[in-house]
């Protein structure tokens, strides 16, 4: 019998800790089932199995299997968002950002390696869902207003010749994907991590200023 005032051994982790580790449980379950089953075969029972917790628990964290879906996706997006940012404060003018973010690639192909599936299983959604695909679209949309905006400072500033900024922001985003996309069907077909720098090489000769 436990002392009084004491608390028995399934208690002394603080509540928001144990909060926190069935949120990430659930998340890290759901990726796996989702990447194996794809989404609609993925059940919240196949879900709470994996996770270890029961379906009250589920239910606690999250109203409905979609929301699960949606932070996944949401976790992913942060990741490039946050690379983005510390490539555009580490450099001082726009052909070195996208120098420096063409570099960080290699973490983004690590950070999807093995993902195929779930990556694949976030554009199909997308398709089919108009809660995922507003999730997913709102994003790209935002990358498009940001090299956008990356463009017209390099205008500016003068190391650009004067192009339309929304078509080089868009080609920027297609290669992006375009990328990502080869890197996650065919990892081993090349060394993704280069070959995006050497591609954003490419873009930037037909973007820089040529001296007289």
């Known amino acids: ?3 009084q005032g004491s608390f028995p051994e ?10 926190e580790e069935t949120h990430a449980a659930i ?13 609609e075969a993925a059940s919240v029972a196949e879900i709470c199995e994996a996770a270890g917790v029961s379906k009250g628990a589920f239910y606690h964290h999250f109203p409905a299997k979609q929301a699960v879906f949606l932070e996944l996706l949401e976790i992913w997006l942060q990741g490039i968002d946050a690379r983005l940012a510390a490539s555009r404060q580490a450099t001082d003018n726009a052909a070195q950002s996208l120098r420096h973010m063409a570099g960080l690639a290699g973490g983004i192909f690590e950070v999807a ?32 207003t940001y090299f956008e905006a990356l463009l017209r400072e390099g205008i ?8 339309d900024p929304a078509i080089g922001a868009q080609a920027i985003v297609a290669l992006a994907l375009g990328l990502l996309l080869q890197g996650l069907l065919d990892p081993t077909g090349a060394d993704w991590a280069a070959a995006a720098q050497a591609s954003i090489e490419l873009l930037l000769k037909g ?3 040529k001296e007289a």
């Open 156 to 163: 500016a500033d003068g190391s650009f010749r004067q192009v």
């Open 27 to 39: 998340l890290s379950a759901a990726l796996a089932a989702f990447a194996a089953s794809g989404y």
């Open 1 to 3: 019998m436990p002392i």
């Open 113 to 144: 390696d093995g993902r195929v599936p779930m990556f694949l299983e976030f554009w199909t959604q997308a398709r089919l869902d108009p809660a995922v695909w507003q999730a997913t679209i709102a994003p790209y949309r935002r990358y498009q």
């Open 10 to 19: 399934g208690d002394r982790l603080p509540q928001q800790q144990r909060s």
């Open 207 to 209: 973007l820089e200023r």
